[in-house]
Each structure stands twice: as structure tokens, then as C-alpha cells.
């Protein structure tokens, strides 16, 4: 059983800034990619960010500039650290993380609002 836990969500007004934080448990051998999706409604749920298990990573680029994912693979823990946050951004959040062996998995979603 794998489980993605996130963290770090929340409510903020237009050019402030939210770490985001998703930590996986379980039975894990190795995590290879892990990344983040959003979905706003109505929308698809999109890829914001995503990196390897060498640290390589790429971005939407609506959030080239802003957002930066990183990784702690000692935690099996990443992040996505948002700044110059706009209302565009206003979506919930999933973390998504590549197992090896048992595939990918999806956290259960926090909500990121970005109003004044």
C-alpha cells in the first residue's frame, strides 16, 4: 500500500507565495518521477511540474519563472515552491509519483486560492 499525503495549501492574495508539500508512505522501493497537476473547474487537470529522481525537471509555461519542484529523496518527500502567485493559479493541486513496481499514484488534492 503506497499513500501520497499533501501539504501547503491555502488562500493568498495575488503576487504572495505557498510551499506545497507531498510526502510518500508505504511500501515503497524506489519513487522515480514525482510531480504536480492542478485542475481548476471546469478545466483539465494539467501537468505544473515535474522531476526525476536525478533532479531533472521541467514546467508548464505558465509557471516558468515562478514555481520550482524539488525533491528530498532520502523523505521520498517533493515540493513546489509558488511565487509571484497569480488568480490564474486558483486550482486544487495533486501530487502524482511514479513507483516502482506498483506504478503511479495520486494524492488527494489541496485546494490553492489566490485572491485579494
Known amino acids: 500500500q503506497v499513500q501520497l499525503v499533501e501539504s501547503g495549501g491555502g488562500l493568498v492574495q495575488p503576487g504572495g507565495s505557498l510551499r506545497l508539500s507531498c510526502a510518500a508512505s508505504g511500501s515503497i522501493f524506489r519513487v522515480k518521477t514525482m510531480g504536480w497537476y492542478r485542475q481548476a473547474p471546469g478545466k483539465e487537470r494539467e501537468l505544473v511540474a515535474a522531476?526525476?529522481?536525478?533532479?531533472?525537471?521541467n514546467y508548464a509555461d505558465s509557471v516558468k519563472g515562478r514555481f520550482t519542484i524539488s525533491r528530498d529523496n532520502a523523505q521520498n518527500t517533493v515540493y513546489l515552491q509558488m511565487n509571484s502567485l497569480k488568480p490564474e493559479d486558483t486550482a486544487v493541486y495533486y501530487c502524482?509519483?511514479?513507483?516502482?513496481?506498483?506504478?503511479?499514484?495520486w494524492g488527494q488534492g489541496t485546494q490553492v486560492t489566490v485572491s485579494s
Open positions: 502524482n509519483a511514479d513507483f516502482a513496481f506498483v506504478g503511479g499514484y
Open positions: 522531476i526525476s529522481s536525478g533532479g531533472n525537471s
